[in-house]
């Protein structure tokens, strides 16, 4: 398909490229390429390729030279489609979009806020590298995007995780100097995605850089106010305009002498920013990706900032601490220790968890991140670990709690091959009949498909009452 591209913005794009403008325009006659990057909190690059390989699932899955544990795939691959994309092994994102959550480097136990987050895919790869430990705030103005971020955390069995639909500056009043690294992925006129989505060529002609410039700006200075001293911000961008890269970090730097940048070192095909080195620019002509600006930057110690942490006080935050229906630090709220059912589940799942972190809300039980304070005033879809519904004093696990395990790590569980008709089934929600042989006993099942969790059933004998979350069912 031939793309219209707009003058002003083959001007724009003519005066940053000067010589390479040929061969920039050269690259709208080759087809995009996709990407597949591994979950590696449930496996290795080396594994997935293996297996997927071996199962016929995808072959020529090569590498991508700027991802350790990305790769490209071949076009007509239906990795969407197949029992491993339900298991949360690997998500399906554009090569060069993989990057910034590549290059922040998020340690385990680090608090981590994705501030402009759905639908996922960035935030998906930095939870995977906390493996479990710390926090993971995934942020989404829109509700409805937020709601299918909420999705692919949990289908990637990241359990750490705060979602919210809120604007950066509320954020910021209730969590100023909060988090050890934050990732602003700003929204932008789409410039470097114009070849994978002819369609944002209308956005660019309705609004353009100048649209976008001043949201950048004001999404940046909310971030900075919520990063730790010490702290690494990622500011992105999948597009070419100064306006929305370079001249934003500057202004960053001009007025902010807390922040400086870090360097990101290049890789082949890989360019320093536009009168701004250390910044990295990706150009479809010179990589196999489509577009994008990426900036790293730290904020330096400062002696005269606010000590106060979240929930100290109104004063502080502008938001006080929500009080959670029986909660008592360091103990377990009455209602999950006097539940029968829930206790016993517990004894199932491996590792410790701290009776103080689970909270219930309504019927909802919910695990908590460390050391993390709800704010009231905010709009959360989740808060921790959504672990089961307790309903007539019967306690049912969820799905989001499934997906964290596996069937080395539960108890009592079964695992399907990839090829066995039934994975399917289950996955449509349908009861699962058992030969003699795989008998199982009564109670909670966790499902799997070559030992990878797919979800849960209730089992009896040679029967599996399907307990798939219907939402997520195969259609």
Request: net charge neutral.
């Amino acid at each position: 398909m031939k793309i219209q591209l707009p003058e002003a913005y083959k001007e724009s794009v003519k005066a940053l490229l000067g010589e390479e403008y040929d061969a920039y325009l050269e690259s709208f006659q080759h087809p995009f390429k996709r990407g597949l990057r591994v979950n590696t909190l449930k496996w290795t690059p080396q594994e997935c390729v293996s297996r997927m390989s071996r199962n016929g699932i995808c072959h020529g899955l090569t590498p991508i030279p700027w991802i350790s544990n990305g790769f490209f795939y071949e076009e007509g691959a239906k990795l969407s489609k197949d029992p491993y994309y339900y298991a949360g092994l690997y998500y399906l994102q554009e090569p060069s979009a993989m990057m910034p959550a590549s290059v922040l480097p998020v340690q385990p136990g680090d608090k981590v806020l994705d501030l402009c987050a759905a639908p996922g895919g960035k935030s998906t790869e930095l939870g995977a590298k906390l493996k479990g430990k710390g926090l993971l705030f995934a942020n989404d103005i829109s509700t409805s995007r937020a709601r299918a971020l909420l999705k692919n955390l949990e289908l990637f069995g990241i359990p750490g995780i705060c979602v919210a639909s809120e604007s950066p500056e509320k954020l910021a009043l209730a969590y100023p100097e909060y988090f050890d690294k934050i990732l602003v992925d700003a929204p932008c006129s789409g410039e470097g995605m114009f070849r994978k989505e002819p369609d944002m060529v209308k956005d660019w002609v309705e609004k353009g850089p100048g649209y976008y410039g001043p949201i950048q700006r004001e999404i940046v200075e909310q971030a900075i106010t919520m990063l730790k001293p010490e702290g690494i911000l990622v500011y992105s961008t999948c597009t070419f305009s100064r306006t929305e890269d370079e001249e934003v970090i500057l202004e960053v730097l001009k007025k902010h002498r807390e922040m400086e940048l870090v360097p990101i070192p290049r890789f082949e095909g890989a360019c320093d920013g536009a009168g701004l080195p250390g910044c990295i620019r990706l150009f479809p002509h010179k990589i196999p990706g489509e577009g994008h600006f990426l900036a790293m930057l730290r904020k330096k110690e400062s002696g005269e900032r606010d000590k106060k942490q979240p929930g100290l006080s109104a004063e502080g935050t502008g938001r006080m601490p929500k009080k959670m229906p029986g909660e008592m630090p360091g103990k377990m709220p009455r209602r999950l220790e006097k539940n029968r059912e829930f206790m016993e589940f517990m004894e199932k799942l491996p590792g410790v968890y701290e009776p103080g972190r689970f909270f219930v809300l309504q019927d909802s039980v919910y695990y908590l991140p460390e050391d993390f304070t709800v704010q009231a005033g905010l709009r959360y879809l989740r808060t921790g670990l959504f672990v089961g519904s307790i309903k007539n004093e019967r306690f049912e696990p969820s799905q989001a709690l499934a997906m964290t395990l596996g069937q080395d790590t539960f108890e009592d569980s079964i695992s399907f091959s990839r090829e066995d008709e039934r994975v399917i089934r289950y996955l449509k929600g349908e009861t699962i009949l058992l030969t003699d042989r795989e008998k199982v006993k009564k109670g909670w099942q966790l499902v799997c498909v070559d030992g990878f969790a797919l979800g849960f059933a209730k089992g009896a004998g040679t029967v599996l009452k399907n307990k798939y979350y219907p939402g997520w069912r195969w259609t």
